[in-house]
Each structure stands twice: as structure tokens, then as C-alpha cells.
């Protein structure tokens, strides 16, 4: 099966700088990769998502690229506000099936 | 306004004792999940049903059991042999389709603690 592995686990950045989370994942069908932030006490919410036809994209502040031969997609967010701090999950998917596999996830901590 | 309800958000239980987790759903989303989330160990898959009366084992399903009577819920029990079930549990759904990349939404989740 898929295996999906996300580093670092825990980030710290000063208000402002940029952040970068790094996932890997193992099957060469997975074609949808989502990110997915999670604030404390709450379920994961979809933040951005590229499908393998597509190296990168943006929106706003985030960006998400994709290396499909090296089988690697990273996060990138700049200009980073204390309301950023929060779990980041990536994962990985073959659209249109239902099992989704995600990372271990990365702690985001943004300091003022 | 649509979307995933889980309770109760905080649940206490005797080792030994059966529990069932509630999800429902009014986005009228086919399939649904169950996740477990540990600390750092990120997601980690239950049960899946892609459509009413069908469900399927996901990666740590030894323990739970699961139902799909109704489209919008999809109650998670987890039994007396499942080991340390004091956790986070999240429920999501999804509309899939060949055509229709696979988001996930997710409800508030449910933090269960086994006393």
C-alpha cells in the first residue's frame, strides 16, 4: 500500500519568514495530494491540493510543488502570521477511490 | 448549513467497556471514514464505507466495528479487545467518482479516554 512520510515534525519560524514541509510518498498511481491544516481541538480542513498533472500551485500566501519522479511534494508558506500555527497533514490519493493516506504531520509553531 | 457532526466531543469510559462514537452527515456524501490520531502518529485509517450497507477494514481496524445503515451515519463501537483506545477520533466524508478528486471533510472529532 500507499506510504506517505512528512518532515519535519515540528517547525518553529519567526512572524514573517517562510515555512517548507516536505512529504514522500511510495506508489507511483497516487495522483491527488492534498494538505490538509489542523488547528488544536478541531478535524483537519483542506488548505490546498495539486493532482499529478500539475507542478505547482498557489493561492495567496501557500503553495504546493510536486516532483512526480522523485515522488516528493512539498509546502511552502510565506509571509508567515501567528494565525498559521497548526498541524499540517499532507497525503496522497488515486482520484476518484476512497482510501486517502496521510503523513505523520508537522506542528507549526509561528512566533512574534 | 452542511457538515459532519461527531459526539459527544469529550467521552470517559471504563477499561473493559464497550463505546460507540456518533458521526452523522448532511452533505449527502456517499463515503465516509473513520481515523484514529495519535500523537505523532498522524491519521491513521479505520473503517471506510463507500456506500450504505458496505464498509470495508482500513489499516487498525482489529478492535472496532462499524455500521452504514443510512447514507448520513456511520457510528464507530469500539469493543472490549480493542487495546488503548484512549484517543482522537476523527469521522470524514467524501464524494468520490472518477471525475472527482478525493477531499475529505472532516467533523470536530471525538476525544475519547479510557479510564
Known amino acids: 500500500g500507499e506510504n506517505v512520510e512528512q518532515h519535519p515534525s515540528t517547525l518553529s519560524v519567526q512572524e514573517g519568514d517562510s515555512a517548507v514541509i516536505k512529504c514522500t510518498y511510495s506508489?507511483?498511481?497516487?495522483?491527488?495530494f492534498p494538505w490538509y491544516k489542523q488547528e488544536l481541538g478541531k478535524g483537519p480542513q483542506l488548505i490546498i491540493d495539486i493532482r499529478s498533472n500539475v507542478g505547482e500551485k498557489k493561492d495567496q500566501r501557500i503553495a504546493v510543488t510536486l516532483n512526480k519522479t522523485a515522488k516528493h511534494f512539498s509546502l511552502h508558506i510565506t509571509e508567515t502570521q501567528p494565525e498559521d500555527s497548526a498541524v499540517y497533514f499532507c497525503?496522497?490519493?488515486?482520484?476518484?477511490?476512497?482510501?486517502?493516506?496521510f503523513g505523520t504531520g508537522t506542528k507549526l509553531q509561528v512566533i512574534p | 448549513d452542511g457538515g459532519i457532526t461527531q459526539s459527544p466531543k469529550y467521552l470517559f469510559r471504563k477499561e473493559g467497556q464497550n463505546v460507540t462514537l456518533s458521526c452523522e452527515q448532511n452533505?449527502?456524501?456517499?463515503?465516509m471514514y473513520w481515523y484514529r490520531q495519535d500523537p505523532g502518529q498522524g491519521l491513521r485509517l479505520i473503517y471506510y464505507s463507500q456506500i450504505v450497507n458496505d464498509f470495508q477494514k482500513g489499516d487498525i481496524a482489529e478492535g472496532y466495528s462499524v455500521s452504514r445503515e443510512k447514507k448520513e451515519s456511520f457510528p464507530l463501537t469500539g469493543t472490549s479487545a480493542q487495546k488503548n483506545p484512549t484517543a482522537f477520533y476523527l469521522c470524514?466524508?467524501?464524494?468520490?467518482?472518477?471525475?472527482?478528486?478525493?477531499?475529505?471533510?472532516f467533523g470536530p472529532g471525538t476525544r475519547l479516554t479510557v479510564l
Open positions: 506508489d507511483s498511481a497516487s495522483n491527488y
Open positions: 452533505l449527502n456524501h456517499d463515503a
Open positions: 497525503a496522497a490519493s488515486i482520484g476518484g477511490y476512497q482510501k486517502v493516506t
Open positions: 470524514a466524508s467524501s464524494q468520490p467518482g472518477l471525475a472527482v478528486y478525493n477531499e475529505q471533510f
